[in-house]
């Protein structure tokens, strides 16, 4: 009995150790991995009007994922969606005075900051979606983004919008005439508002947000967009007629306000570019997939989807030809350049 009970004893004495080490091993490997754990040096904000699954939105995502990770979790980016830090213009008047760090914004609203980006917003400059980006990711694009001394504000990466189509909630537009008379909402842009003087529509610069009410109530005839903003915010319930004749091609800008970029290293804002164009590139690849779902289920809710016939569309062109001395008569070489790089 004796002998059992100090077997017993012995096998017990052995089993605590064995325990005692194993908590100390977890306790130890948990220290350790607090001491790998960074606390940000700096949390950032970042504007984007869109919804939580828009492709501009999930591009600010993969933003704010890439700069994390490539800091090691130094620079944390928090992505604000659905426009709760303002509209654009709101959101562009408080990055440069460093009020929001970050966003993805329209060149409409930003051309009032930084006049030149008139250019790339000019309607029918493009022939379509590979024309533009042959000018945006060479050496024309290269120099826009290095275009804003002055403006407060740095300009990281472009993002695709498509292409902006009418549409009406009163009737389908077939040809120039249908737009005379019409109440067309445009971003708050002087030159959007040109536009639509120009093709004899009546234009109301409208928070992006107030447009569906806008149409429903009769406030406004029509609005212009690519076909996700159409579909993701349900303009097609109140405006079923949507005509295709792609007047503009805009791009988007990620942008960091100039005081946030005055506080981070060479280091840092190399890392930021860097990840900039990556989500440029994500953001790209989810567009086009995006356009593709987003024009399938407005044809599936029965909308009518009219294409301007190419007389017709040229008919458009004509209309707003008086635009381009107007608003870019200074930047001739640059609109002959890009022209040039479409044939």
Not at 45 to 65: L, V
Not at 174 to 201: F, H, N, P
Not at 309 to 332: D, I, L, W
Request: aromatic share 10%.
């Amino acid at each position: 009995m004796a002998e059992r009970r100090d077997c017993a004893v012995k096998i017990k004495t052995a089993a605590l150790f064995v325990f005692a080490i194993i908590i100390l091993a977890a306790c130890g490997g948990r220290k350790e991995d607090q001491t790998k754990a960074v606390d940000p040096e700096f949390v950032f904000t970042y504007a984007e009007n869109q919804a939580e699954d828009y492709p501009t939105t999930q591009g600010a995502y993969k933003f704010a994922e890439l700069v994390e990770e490539k800091t090691g979790g130094r620079i944390v980016i928090s992505v604000n969606a659905q426009g709760v830090l303002g509209d654009e213009k709101t959101v562009i008047e408080q990055m440069q005075f460093g009020g929001v760090d970050f966003a993805r914004v329209s060149l409409s609203p930003l051309a009032e900051f930084v006049p030149r980006l008139n250019v790339l917003q000019m309607p029918y400059l493009y022939t379509g979606r590979e024309h533009m980006w042959k000018v945006l990711d060479g050496e024309i694009g290269d120099d826009f983004l290095n275009s804003f001394d002055g403006s407060d504000l740095v300009a990281l990466s472009w993002y695709d919008a498509g292409a902006r189509n009418f549409y009406s909630s009163t009737r389908p537009i077939t040809k120039l005439e249908d737009m005379k008379g019409m109440k067309i909402r445009v971003q708050e842009s002087e030159l959007m508002v040109g536009m639509m003087e120009a093709l004899g529509a009546t234009a109301v610069p409208m928070a992006y947000d107030k447009v569906y009410s806008a149409l429903q109530t009769g406030i406004i005839d029509g609005a212009e967009n690519n076909w996700p903003s159409y579909e993701s915010t349900a303009h097609y319930e109140v405006a079923k007629y949507y005509t295709i004749d792609e007047h503009n091609r805009v791009p988007e800008l990620q942008l960091v306000s100039q005081a946030t970029w005055e506080k981070l290293t060479k280091e840092d804002r190399d890392i930021i570019r860097e990840c900039a164009q990556e989500s440029s590139r994500y953001e790209r690849k989810l567009w086009e997939e995006r356009e593709r779902t987003s024009e399938e289920k407005v044809r599936a809710a029965g909308c009518q989807v009219v294409e301007l016939p190419p007389e017709e569309k040229a008919r458009f062109q004509e209309a707003v030809t008086s635009m381009y001395g107007k608003y870019c008569a200074e930047y001739v070489d640059v609109i002959d350049a890009i022209v040039a790089a479409g044939k």
